[in-house]
């Protein structure tokens, strides 16, 4: 099993483009989220989604959409990005919301 | 929603003795807190949970402890060693998710000195 596959690793962007992270999982997980993470203050939750078809925001939404089609895939769209998107980018998955399995991180540059 | 708040943000100790990493957290309802360890250019890696229902849990030299009344947990890991060094972040369920995703606490940066 891969796990949870996050592509790209790494990403330049200009201020305005837009662009989708990917995320795959392949152990059946209901539970999908997005975190952003940002030097001293953790990680924190952008979106989430508990089955295909659903999902919700989290702490740190504004200038995400996310979208769940199957159980497997959870893309993370940046509508027009901007500077303060600057960050690492981690999905997760989980059977029941508990014990989460990360993927490798995407770190995004906004210049 | 939760609030996890994480002391310390840096730890230093040296190879052999033991570390401490504490958490306290605000949703009385909480039921599951685990610890994830994160080393250099890689994602959070899940290294031992704990449920309500137990006070401490062992896995060779980790453990983490609960106190549910003072709602606070701690990390404990007994002779260090450099492939110890890494960051440390705790974790406990959302409210505001249904308990569907985890709040993070701010993290701990452990240096185990050779």
């Known amino acids: 099993n891969a796990g949870v596959t996050q592509t790209p690793k790494f990403q330049v962007l200009k201020t305005g483009q837009s662009m989708t992270l990917q995320c795959a999982q392949d152990?059946?997980?209901?539970?999908m989220s997005w975190y952003r993470q940002d030097p001293g203050m953790g990680l924190r939750l952008i979106h989430y989604s508990v089955g295909a078809g659903i999902t919700d925001q989290g702490e740190v939404p504004n200038g995400y959409n996310v979208s769940r089609s199957t159980t497997e895939d959870f893309p993370l769209r940046l509508l027009s990005a901007a500077p303060s998107q600057t960050s690492v980018y981690f999905c997760?998955?989980?059977?029941?919301?508990?014990?989460?399995?990360f993927g490798q991180g995407t770190r995004l540059t906004v210049v | 929603g939760e609030n996890v708040e994480q002391h310390p943000s840096t730890l230093s100790v040296q190879e052999g003795d033991s570390a401490v990493i504490k958490c306290t957290y605000s949703d009385s309802a909480s039921n599951y807190f685990p610890w994830y360890k994160q080393e250099l250019g890689k994602g959070p890696q899940l290294i031992i949970d704990i449920r309500s229902n137990v006070g401490e849990k062992k896995d060779q030299r980790i453990a983490v402890t609960l106190n549910k009344t003072a709602k606070h947990f701690s990390l404990h890991i007994t002779e260090t060693q450099p492939e110890d060094s890494a960051v440390y972040f705790c974790?406990?369920?959302?409210?505001?998710?249904?308990?569907?995703?985890?709040?993070f606490g701010s993290g701990t940066r452990l240096q185990v000195q050779p």
């Open positions: 974790a406990a369920p959302t409210r505001d998710t249904g308990r569907r995703a985890l709040t």
């Open positions: 152990m059946n997980h209901e539970y």
């Open positions: 997760a998955s989980s059977y029941s919301g508990s014990e989460a399995f």
